[in-house]
Every structure is written in C-alpha cells, then in structure tokens.
C-alpha cells in the first residue's frame, strides 16, 4: 500500500493535475459563474459542510436545541497564496444557552472525529472550529458565508471591495496650480 501511496503522490499528481495560477482561488474548491460575479463554493463542498453541521447539531442527543448558530469560512484557502492542500476553515459560532459541561464534551468529541477529512473532489481538509465568541472581521483577510454564497469580506486579489471604493470616492483630487495667477496676467494686461 504504502508503494501505490508514493506513486500516487510523486507521480501522478504531479503530471495530473492543473497548478493553481498566482492570485487566484483553487479551481477544485471555487467556481466562477459564466455571467461574471465572485467566486462560489463548489457545490459539493457545500453540500458536504451542510452535511456535518447537521450532524454537529444532532450529536449531543435527539432533543438538545441547535447548537451551531452559523458558521463561516476562513483561513488560508481564501488567501491569494494558497496551495492544493491548505485547509479550509469553518469557523462554528456556538449557541452558548443551556450549554453544560456534558453537552460541550460531546460537541468537542465529534468536532474532534470529522476534522481533517477532504472536501470531497480535492485534497483540501476541513477543520471545524467552535466558538462562543461571534466572529472577529479584522483578523481574517478574507470571509465567505457557505450557505448565503455570500462574501463578508472580500479578499482583495479579487478585485477592490466595498470599502476601499467608498474610500476611493471620498478622496478629492488636488486642484492643479496654474504656472501664472489671474492676478498676474490681468496686470501685464493693463500695464501695456
């Protein structure tokens, strides 16, 4: 087994597969709609996260309220200098009413058993990381929101986002300096 594995890996994914082009997403994970617009989750992926946070919420019991308020993903997936095998990041926003010290156990056990497995079609893992805490926008560059097909923040290789254009339009351009002044040519004017 261990034969075909290095095989596997030194050859044939060499040869088979398509590099991912500087500043730009992996094509295995995202997709581009053909009449323009960002970049969305491939839908199987999506399908696949879908699948786990309904099974995150019914892993404490048949009766425990959901768990799992939303969920975004982050990291180094949506960053200009990914690779084919950085992971992607689901950021779990936990429900922390009527969460016990069993019930927390449980939910971190099985977080703990289906981190680390490959979106499905690529050799990307999914972590899955639970929070109580709502999540921080300045300390990701960049933030998609899996079941709205949204991005929160925009990351900037894709084009400018949102606030950099507000920036831009409230920026007034110096005036330029004529060489001479009215003041000046209207005496040279008058003087002769």
């Given at each position: 087994?261990?034969?075909?594995?290095?095989?596997?890996?030194?050859?044939?994914?060499?040869?088979?597969?398509?590099?991912?082009p500087?500043?730009?997403?992996?094509?295995?994970?995202?997709y581009?709609?053909?009449?323009?617009?960002?970049?969305?989750?491939?839908?199987?992926?999506?399908?696949?996260?879908?699948?786990?946070?309904?099974?995150?919420?019914?892993?404490?019991?048949?009766?425990?309220?959901?768990?799992?308020?939303?969920?975004?993903?982050?990291?180094?997936?949506?960053?200009?200098?990914?690779?084919?095998?950085?992971p992607?990041?689901v950021?779990?926003q936990?429900?922390?009413?009527?969460?016990?010290?069993?019930?927390?156990?449980?939910?971190?056990?099985?977080?703990?058993?289906?981190?680390?497995?490959?979106?499905?079609?690529?050799?990307?893992?999914?972590?899955?990381?639970?929070?109580?805490?709502?999540?921080?926008?300045?300390?990701?560059?960049?933030?998609?929101?899996?079941?709205?097909?949204?991005?929160?923040?925009?990351?900037?290789?894709?084009?400018?986002?949102?606030?950099?254009?507000?920036?831009i339009?409230?920026?007034?351009?110096?005036?330029?300096?004529?060489?001479?002044?009215?003041?000046?040519?209207?005496?040279?004017?008058?003087?002769?």
């Open positions: 087994m261990r034969f075909f594995t290095k095989i596997f890996e030194n050859e044939y994914l060499k040869y088979h597969t398509n590099p991912i500087p500043n730009a997403l992996d094509p295995r994970v995202w581009f709609i053909p009449d323009g617009g960002d970049p969305k989750l491939q839908p199987q992926i999506r399908t696949q996260i879908y699948k786990d946070i309904d099974a995150i919420n019914g892993a404490p019991g048949e009766f425990a309220k959901k768990i799992v308020w939303d969920y975004f993903l982050v990291g180094p997936c949506l960053s200009e200098k990914s690779d084919d095998r950085c992607l990041n950021y779990l936990i429900n922390s009413a009527n969460l016990d010290d069993v019930l927390k156990e449980k939910l971190l056990q099985y977080v703990a058993s289906i981190n680390g497995r490959l979106a499905s079609g690529t050799l990307h893992p999914i972590h899955y990381i639970p929070s109580v805490r709502e999540i921080d926008q300045t300390r990701f560059p960049a933030i998609y929101h899996p079941y709205t097909e949204k991005w929160i923040k925009k990351p900037r290789f894709l084009g400018e986002a949102k606030t950099d254009i507000d920036n339009a409230n920026v007034v351009p110096k005036r330029k300096r004529n060489k001479y002044s009215l003041k000046k040519g209207l005496k040279k004017i008058t003087t002769v």
